[in-house]
């Protein structure tokens, strides 16, 4: 059964800091999917990493994949008020659409 | 494109009484996933479809849950009796197998139930 992991779950950090959210794995797996969620509203794709070693950026955030260690991580930069929501990560399984999510990062950035 | 629709968006009933909550999917797409989120159990994939067939009900938690997807445009979940426990966000998501989505799901808006 694949499972998905992320630490930390709970995160506060200062405007203008950086860090990094991480997701490990169970099994094999070809993609790897993040999400966001503001409060009360519903997940917005954010990136869509299919190979080892893919890397993604959009803005401040940048995530990146490596299938042999089974962990992606989504770094965040000079972090903003903005950025403040709940980030998942989603593991695809082999063979089939479906999504196995993790427990979600919940990001709070302090002015 | 509208994007994936859910109704109703929130729904308040009391135990005893049948839900019933609608998904309409992005045109074109030929999967269909239902999911349930809340604080304790996080997010729960409950059924999905795959042109209309369910693939997957592993995660309905009872029988009094039940989902249809009588055609490619439209979805049902159903709670009968409701009880409060039920009471969750429930998230309706579709997907395409085929073209540049690489099986990137989109989320509807969700339906807030909430059972007295």
């Known amino acids: 059964e694949l499972k998905v992991e992320q630490n930390p779950l709970f995160l506060s950090m200062q405007e203008g800091k950086n860090y990094t959210i991480y997701c490990n794995y169970s099994?094999?797996?070809?993609?790897l999917y993040w999400y966001r969620q503001d409060p009360g509203k519903s997940l917005e794709s954010l990136f869509v990493l299919l190979s080892n070693g893919a890397v993604k950026q959009e803005g401040r955030l940048m995530a990146s994949l490596d299938t042999k260690a089974r962990l992606s991580t989504l770094h965040i930069t000079a972090a903003v008020h903005d950025l403040s929501a709940t980030y998942f990560c989603a593991v695809g399984g082999a063979g089939n659409e479906k999504l196995t999510f993790g427990t979600g990062t919940r990001l709070t950035i302090i002015p | 494109d509208a994007g994936v629709i859910q109704s109703p968006r929130h729904e308040v009933t009391e135990m005893g009484q049948e839900v019933t909550l609608r998904c309409k999917p992005i045109?074109?797409?030929?999967?269909l996933f239902w999911y349930r989120q809340t604080m304790m159990r996080g997010l729960e994939l409950l059924i999905y479809f795959n042109n209309n067939v369910p693939i997957d009900d592993s995660g309905m938690p009872e029988d009094r849950f039940s989902a249809k997807m009588p055609n490619a445009s439209f979805s049902t979940l159903k709670i009968q009796p409701s009880e409060p426990r039920d009471s969750a966000v429930y998230f309706c998501?579709?997907?395409?197998?085929?073209?540049?989505?690489?099986?990137?799901?989109?989320f509807g808006p969700g339906t807030r139930l909430t059972v007295l």
């Open positions: 045109s074109g797409h030929d999967y």
């Open positions: 998501a579709s997907t395409s197998s085929g073209g540049s989505s690489y099986n990137e799901q989109f």
């Open positions: 099994t094999t797996s070809d993609r």
